[in-house]
């Protein structure tokens, strides 16, 4: 399933894209298949994502891990 992400952060769009890429790989192929990035603005993203499996999404996203790196950015 696509789904569409739409992020503010406060570094800058290189930084988040690298960060957040790592952090989808770190999941693997099975939970995002594809994903793309769209600066909207300098610190705007879109981030369009093919969701294979949306509960370990959903857990990944919500862990400390996920919380602490989201009150830094």
Do not use: P
């Amino acid at each position: 399933m696509f789904t569409l992400i739409i992020s503010t952060f406060s570094c800058t769009f290189e930084e988040f894209k690298t960060d957040v890429s790592g952090f989808i790989t770190g999941m693997g192929r099975e939970v995002v298949s594809e994903y793309e990035f769209v600066q909207a603005g300098e610190h705007k993203s879109h981030l369009l994502m093919n969701v294979l499996d949306m509960e370990e999404l959903e857990a990944e996203m919500t862990s400390d891990a996920a919380k602490e790196w989201d009150q830094k950015k």
